[in-house]
């Protein structure tokens, strides 16, 4: 994958911001704060399922979850409309800071906007980058989240998220998703999930 000096940066400012986030992961025998290792997870998958990603997208993927402590979901209703608001706060959010940091090492206006529109998942399903942003998400999600995920929830609610996470995904991106390294409990939840999908 293709890669500048500014890139760099701009991920080294993204892994900064970053390194605030008081929550965090321990992994490999190595404790990280929760975004930076998300951060690091979502690039690393984005190189593996298109290594020919634009730089904008290279930059989305890199800062998807950017400060995102800074918005706790307890602080919205919890129900349906309460998550839908936070989630929708959280991607102008997320747009917003990674902007600052963009132009803070001058980065072009187009990049920023391309930046932008992509954190906000704008033409989900008609942009090639933003689909390809989607089906990074929803598997790094599949990997490294959906079996913590499963352990808090019922099986009927994780086989819904599941299901609603495939909808999202290109076919490439589904293709990609059954050769994840995943554990038998959640191979077979996926599999319970996907015989009714419509």
């Known amino acids: 994958m293709a890669t500048t000096d500014k890139l760099l940066e701009a991920f080294a400012l993204f892994d900064k911001a970053n390194a605030q986030d008081p929550n965090t992961e321990l992994y490999n025998g ?6 930076v290792l998300y951060g690091i997870r979502m690039t690393d998958k984005l190189n593996m399922f298109l290594p020919e ?3 904008s ?11 995102r402590w800074e ?16 989630r929708q706060d959280l991607k102008k959010f997320h747009a917003s800071e990674a902007s600052k940091i963009l132009q803070s ?5 187009i990049t920023i906007e391309e930046v932008s529109s992509l954190l906000q998942k704008k033409r989900l399903k008609k942009n090639p980058d933003t689909q390809a942003l989607e089906d990074v998400i929803c598997l790094v999600f599949l990997e490294f989240y959906f079996e ?12 819904d998220i599941v299901q609603k996470t495939w909808r999202k995904m290109s076919q490439k991106g589904h293709n990609a998703a ?9 191979l077979a939840l996926v599999q319970s999930a996907l015989k009714d999908i419509d």
């Open 30 to 35: 190595k404790e990280y704060p929760k975004e």
């Open 178 to 186: 059954l050769k994840l390294p995943l554990s038998q409990n959640a």
């Open 148 to 159: 913590p995920f499963a352990a808090k929830h019922s099986d009927e609610k994780t086989i």
């Open 57 to 67: 997208l290279q930059l989305a993927a890199r800062c998807q979850h950017i400060k």
């Open 71 to 86: 918005i706790a979901r307890d602080s919205y209703p919890m129900d349906r409309v309460g998550y839908l608001k936070w």
């Open 53 to 55: 990603a634009s730089e």
């Open 105 to 109: 090492i001058e980065y072009d206006h």
